[in-house]
């Protein structure tokens, strides 16, 4: 199993709603990664968790949360987004031991109304 | 932190001309030069990439060049499809990311549009 599995695939959520994107992986990766996209923009890096542990978090605000339950998945916890936060979200994972290649999801287009 | 600059913003060439994209890195440590191709509403995939101590790499019809004294690194397509017609994005990255993992900078990307 080469690949990124994320769910779900699109996700409507008002700025009160509570939700969780989820992301798995089999490839026996040990670092994880949430980047987030927008239109006709690179992906900006959010989060990078390696050995379960959070290693990299670049500011990103408290209204999202991420969680790494064990070495295969990785979820992303989303409470009272904002407008703005409407983006692509993608999942990539990679070995941990420094500029190995970076494998991504297919993401999850969020909107938020 | 690193910046990595990318041109083209947009290149449309015709079916079967060869692409050149460039793009420019600041930090001298970088040591990792991946490029992603990126089609509408896909994932990033990766296409090639390049180490430090590597000055060229050819995949059929992709290959990269790193100029490491220059800090600039270019994708070079030959022979063009109309299925290479996508977003392309060069990176950066620096070994030994304090805790592990991998962080990427990205470059600007480039829309490459093969006409036919």
């Known amino acids: 199993d080469t690949e990124v599995t994320q769910t779900p695939k699109h996700l409507v959520m008002g700025m009160t709603n509570k939700k969780s994107l989820k992301c798995e992986q089999h490839?026996?990766?040990?670092?994880m990664y949430w980047y987030k996209q927008k239109a006709k923009k690179p992906p900006e890096l959010m989060f990078v968790?390696?050995?379960?542990?959070?290693?990299i978090n670049e500011s990103v605000p408290s209204r999202f949360s991420p969680e790494c339950p064990n070495s295969s998945l990785l979820n992303l916890h989303l409470h009272a987004l904002q407008p703005e936060d409407s983006a692509l979200y993608l999942c990539?994972?990679?070995?941990?031991?420094?500029?190995?290649?970076?494998?991504f999801g297919s993401g999850t287009q969020l909107s938020v109304l | 932190g690193e910046n990595v600059e990318q041109h083209p913003s947009t290149l449309s060439v015709q079916e079967g001309d060869s692409a050149v994209i460039k793009c420019t890195y600041s930090?001298?440590?970088?040591?990792?030069f991946p490029w992603y191709k990126q089609e509408l509403g896909k994932r990033p995939q990766l296409i090639i990439d390049?180490?430090?101590?590597?000055g060229e790499k050819k995949d059929q019809r992709i290959a990269v060049t790193l100029n490491k004294t220059a800090k600039h690194f270019s994708l070079h397509i030959t022979e063009t499809q109309p299925e290479d017609s996508a977003v392309y994005f060069c990176?950066?990255?620096?070994?030994?990311?304090?805790?592990?993992?991998?962080?990427?900078?990205f470059g600007t990307g480039t829309q490459l549009k093969v006409e036919l």
């Open positions: 990539a994972s990679s070995h941990s031991q420094g500029n190995e290649k970076l494998f």
């Open positions: 990176a950066a990255s620096i070994k030994g990311v304090t805790g592990g993992g991998n962080k990427l900078t």
């Open positions: 390049i180490r430090s101590n590597v």
């Open positions: 930090d001298s440590a970088s040591n990792y």
């Open positions: 490839m026996g990766h040990r670092a």
């Open positions: 968790y390696s050995y379960e542990k959070l290693s």
